[in-house]
């Protein structure tokens, strides 16, 4: 089946720090990846996508490479703030399919 | 501007009755999605509907119901056979292919 794994959280880091959240998934067709952002008491916001391997989606000082040799979509940032501060989950879908999978989350916390 | 309204933000009902949560969207999207959120977890699908007049069980759709006579609205209503109904409540459209889902800013449910 399709699934999507993501690291377990809470992480907690000081701002400016790198920021790497892990996500790795199993498809059983071609998939395209999203990240999406979730700040408290919010719906969640389309952080960035990738719709095929290689390519890498950014927004806001936030990467992801679609990996397809590791299943891999890791979410990064070279320097975090405080204002990062909120759950981030990494989803897929597959061509065809009607509902995206989505991990479990990361909740992130960004201490000044 | 184009987008998901959820209405109300919050939401008090008492044991055994029912409650009826409103999604509203402009985007001009075919797909529309309910799912539930509780403290610290992911998502759970309730309901989900690809055309007008038709919808599909989620993984979680006991004690749910819902109808898509419009476009731009699906309502879901949480009935008194719901066990534990107090929860965050996401409504979400996308059009089709392996485009994204973009949320509304739920409605925070409370049942007491």
């Known amino acids: 089946g399709n699934s999507v794994t993501q690291m377990e959280g809470p992480v907690t880091l000081s701002e400016e720090a790198f920021l790497t959240i892990n996500c790795t998934y199993t498809a059983t067709g071609y998939p395209s990846l999203f990240w999406y952002v979730q700040y408290p008491g919010e719906g969640l916001q389309l952080l960035l996508k990738?719709?095929?391997?290689?390519d890498k989606g950014s927004n806001k000082g936030f990467e992801a490479t679609y990996r397809k040799e590791t299943t891999s979509f890791h979410l990064e940032k070279g320097s975090v703030q405080v204002s990062d501060s909120a759950v981030y989950f990494c989803?897929?879908?597959?061509?065809?399919?009607?509902?995206?999978?989505f991990g479990q989350g990361t909740r992130l916390t960004i201490n000044p | 501007d184009g987008g998901i309204t959820q209405s109300p933000k919050y939401l008090f009902r008492k044991e055994g009755q029912n409650v009826t949560l409103s999604c509203e969207q402009n985007?001009?999207?075919?797909?529309m999605y309910w799912y539930r959120q509780d403290p610290g977890q992911g998502l759970r699908l309730i309901y989900y509907s690809q055309i007008v007049n038709d919808f599909q069980k989620g993984d979680i759709a006991e004690g749910y119901s819902v109808s898509r006579e419009k476009k731009e609205s699906f309502p879901l209503t949480v009935t008194s056979a719901q066990k534990n109904p107090t929860a965050f409540y996401l409504c979400?459209?996308?059009?089709?292919?392996?485009?994204?889902?973009?949320f509304g800013n739920g409605t925070r449910l409370t049942v007491t």
């Open positions: 979400a459209s996308r059009v089709a292919g392996n485009s994204p889902l973009h």
């Open positions: 990738a719709t095929k391997a290689d």
């Open positions: 989803a897929l879908i597959i061509q065809g399919a009607q509902k995206l999978v």
């Open positions: 985007l001009n999207h075919d797909a």
